[in-house]
């Protein structure tokens, strides 16, 4: 089979296959020290390196996968761009409105809190740098015209650092003394490299899903194979997802998310640069310059973060500061009644009671955030009653004014319909 050719018809057993080979993929991401980025919104950006397409071997589309999921890459370094393409509003005149920033979790923590700093990366393009040698060591950095945000991984050792605010955010991970103090407090990854884009896409395949071989191209120099990826669904907002295979390692090179309404991709993830080296020992240092203000990563459970220069604020006890802090993904279930998923596949939408009363309007009461969320909003009626339907180029979401939610990958007229049925 030529490496352009389709590859759709896939048995049953290689498809059980494919998901067994996807659950053997070695994991290589760049680690982020705090939870809750809203990680499937989280984008990586350029246009293909190089001109010409490179002539490859022929590869089905399953050798492909399974050259993905054997994948081991534990050491490089290199570039990446990142291009995010919602259709969100700025959210700026919002923030200024409600008379805040967005500093660290709940507004009082660091500045270099990656659970807020990351959020960056949902909108605009930006430039990350990227490095590894082995999962116990990674750095990713995202620069910036003046200044350059890093997350720094060595050994038990997490470090992420602003040099804008010269603020840095710590945690010791698992030398504690507590037996399962490290599982709990270990940083979650994000998806912040095509390699890691493109495991959350893999796990979507399955009977709804069209897999080809979309011919070669270069990368960063490298020459690649692309894996296209569709939904066989009518109703999904998501038209397709390209992954550019490294043909040697097997390595993700670019990941690109293409909207089924056309137009720009929504999430584009590529390397510039990438090197396969091991990176020096170095790289991975880190000691915060003189006057930083250092912040505990587990300070920030409490109501008020200590800091390293004495200067300790006392908030509730721990257990307190958790239980009204929102949940880490775990947790998220507990805070909402009944979660359902609805349908299968690339059309599958999630479903929850709030328990509340839907929305604040900007004319029940809801002031300058009611009246952003109405301008963002499509009112829609229907069995349900009534709600409104807020709509990015990827993620929809119904929320009626009995405070039922209904979301997903789909269209406007999927949500009503499923609301519709629901009744």
Do not use: C
């Not at 990941?255 to 990176?279: H, I, Q, R, W, Y």
């Not at 009204?324 to 059309?347: A, N, T």
Request: charge should be negative; proline fraction near 4%; hydrophobic fraction near 35%.
């Amino acid at each position: 089979m030529a490496p352009y050719e389709s590859d759709d018809s896939m048995t049953g057993d290689e498809a059980d296959d494919m998901r067994v080979g996807r659950r053997k993929a070695a994991r290589y991401v760049v680690p982020v020290a705090v939870v809750g980025v809203a990680a499937a919104t989280i984008g990586l950006v350029p246009a293909f390196a190089g001109s010409g397409d490179p002539d490859l071997p022929d590869v089905s589309a399953q050798q492909l996968i399974e050259k993905i999921a054997a994948s081991d890459v534990q050491r490089l370094s290199g570039t990446v761009k990142i291009s995010t393409d919602l259709g969100l509003p700025s959210l700026g005149g919002l923030e200024s409105s409600l008379g805040g920033g967005m500093g660290g979790r709940d507004g009082s923590g660091s500045s270099a809190d990656p659970s807020s700093k990351l959020l960056e990366l949902a909108s605009g393009t930006h430039t990350l740098r990227v490095a590894a040698d082995g999962e116990d060591k990674q750095k990713l950095s995202l620069l910036d015209k003046a200044a350059e945000y890093s997350v720094i991984r060595n050994g038990d050792e997490v470090w992420a650092y602003d040099s804008a605010s010269n603020e840095a955010y710590h945690m010791q991970d698992g030398s504690s003394g507590s037996a399962d103090k490290g599982t709990k407090d270990r940083p979650e990854d994000v998806p912040a490299t095509p390699k890691a884009l493109a495991d959350e896409a893999l796990k979507a395949v399955d009977s709804t899903t069209s897999v080809t071989v979309d011919g070669t191209a270069q990368v960063a120099g490298r020459d690649a194979y692309k894996l296209l990826i569709k939904p066989k669904q009518s109703g999904s907002t998501v038209g397709a997802i390209s992954i550019a295979v490294d043909a040697k390692t097997g390595l993700p090179l670019k990941f690109t998310l293409t909207p089924a309404s056309g137009g720009a991709a929504v999430v584009d993830a590529g390397f510039t640069e990438v090197d396969f080296a091991k990176p020096a020992a170095s790289t991975f240092d880190f000691s915060p310059p003189k006057g930083t203000k250092v912040t505990e990563g587990d300070e920030l459970k409490s109501e008020g973060p200590a800091h390293k220069d004495g200067n300790t604020h006392k908030g509730d006890k721990r257990d307190k500061g958790d239980k009204e802090r929102p949940g880490r993904g775990e947790d998220l279930g507990k805070e909402f009644q009944g979660l359902d998923v609805i349908g299968e596949g690339w059309g599958s939408i999630a479903q929850f009671d709030t328990g509340g009363e839907g929305i604040p309007s900007g004319g029940s009461g809801g002031g300058d955030a009611g009246r952003f969320l109405d301008s963002l909003g499509d009112h829609v009626s229907g069995k349900f009653g009534s709600g409104t339907v807020f709509s990015t180029r990827l993620v929809n979401a119904l929320i009626t004014d009995d405070g039922k939610v209904y979301a997903g990958a789909v269209t406007k007229d999927a949500l009503v319909k499923a609301a519709n049925a629901a009744k």
